[in-house]
């Protein structure tokens, strides 16, 4: 997968749109038990929120929790300096706000990505919850406009066509591209499926360069 730092044609001022950080990749995905450390973490927040434990075995998992939090805590870093949302070689980029999925496809022409939705991501009656597609589509806006080579930009709109219900623990694709440029705007569109091409949802949504100093 391509990331800012590798990219070839694009706009000259690039790196200068906005006032974002520059991010990098980083090449050991977080070290070596990163990803590790990542899924775990994925696998205690599936049974978060779906596990009924009696009174004492929630007390031991709060204290767990509490001295994992305070492990941790004093290597709080600044953004852009750790390896959550950079780990471009870890489902979801490493970041546990991002849905664990594998970019598979990362090129001008678009971005195609797969992976389920996991138990934490359940809505009402086994289905996903109908807000975690708006997030599984926005970052997919956000790689595509990069691949793209279209200067740093924001999400002015995001548009979920919701079409059939999204099964969990089912394999899918998520696949968009750019569809219309117009000076600043970046016009993207793109479809949830499942292998066989069932469409379960799209999206269409504006991407807008940020001007110089934009948050
Ligand atoms: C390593 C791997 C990395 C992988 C990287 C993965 C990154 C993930 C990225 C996630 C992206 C996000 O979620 S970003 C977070 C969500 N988005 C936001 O928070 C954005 C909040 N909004 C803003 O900050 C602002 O609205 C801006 C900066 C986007 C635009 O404000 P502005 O600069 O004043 O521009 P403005 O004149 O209003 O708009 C510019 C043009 O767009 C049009 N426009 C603006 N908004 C809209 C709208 N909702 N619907 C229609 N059109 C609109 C205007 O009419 C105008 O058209 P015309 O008159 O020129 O024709």
Redesign the pocket.
Known sequence: ?Q??TEHTERDGDYEHHGGFPV?A?DPDNGGPHFGRLVEALRTVQDLAVSTAPPPEVIAQAAEQAEALAALLAPYTAPEGHYPA??S?GLPG?GSLLMLPWTVEKFDRTGVRSTGVFRRYHMGGNGAAHGGVLPLLF??L???I??AAGRPI?????LHVNYRKITPLETPLVVEGRVDRV????TFVSARLTEPDGTLLADAEA???V??PG??
């Open positions: 997968m990331v800012m991010y990749a949302g950079r471009v980029r926005d970052d806006f956000g790689m406009t990069h930009s924001r999400t002015g709109y117009d000076g600043r705007k504006l991407m807008i940020l001007l934009q948050p």
